[in-house]
């Protein structure tokens, strides 16, 4: 396995460590799982905004990356779907606006984006709701002085509204203000839990070697899930 490293702005005033999949800490109340994904972030705050009405900290996000067997295995979820939506920023609470992180507190403001999917076709399990939204830790948002987000990219984890993919995905739970929330999360590196379809008719992903036909993708990802998981002792 390797580690692969991200920057990205938020305005807060807590610094970080946090352990997706295996566990997410610090500035979560509590650990959370997401199933078998090591996903690791590491954060780090400082100033970054040249422009003094705005406000930013720098973080620093570390994925342990999987192989396609391993996240194979760990998702909950695996199937075919299209972007239709990805919201603007919203904050870990039931409003969906910012809010400040009082003394004492253990749970910091964490952007988030959703991304709606359509159910194009089932893979794993068989049977899945018809619309679906995963919920991401966004890589990158400037606040104003009155801490309305001032960047909103049309992409979110290198997807795009119009976007067929395979996806993996992972039910846990994310900090939220006040307690857990439920969430459907991309499995390990984002930009790695998925493939996307391309001009060719293919499918591209960088856990790939080469592109694929859906039927072949399909059932290379049922022949792995048939197989002993890679995790799994004898």
Known sequence: ???????????????????????????????????????????????????????????????VSQSFAEVTHASDMIFVGKVTDISPVQWNQGNGKYWVAESGDS???????????????????????????????????????????????????GLRVGDQVVVFV??????????????????GTPTRSYFKLGADGLYHGELLKDPLALETLIQKILDERASPSPTSTP
């Open 1 to 63: 396995m390797y580690k692969q490293r991200f920057a990205f702005l938020w305005s807060g005033a807590v610094a970080a460590s946090i352990i997706v999949g295996l566990l997410l800490a610090s500035c979560f109340r509590a650990p959370i799982s997401l199933q078998k994904s090591p996903l690791a972030i590491g954060m780090n705050h400082s100033a970054t905004a040249s422009n003094p009405a705005v406000k930013g900290m720098r973080f620093e996000k570390t994925y």
């Open 107 to 157: 749970m910091t403001p964490i952007p988030l984006r959703y991304i709606t999917m359509d159910l194009v076709k089932p893979i794993v399990p068989d049977k899945l709701d018809r619309s679906l939204k995963i919920t991401s830790m966004t890589d990158l948002v400037l606040l104003d002085e009155k801490n309305n987000v001032t960047n909103q990219e049309e992409m979110e984890q």
């Open 170 to 187: 992972g039910q846990t739970k994310i900090a939220w203000r006040g307690g857990l929330y439920p969430a459907i999360m991309l499995m």
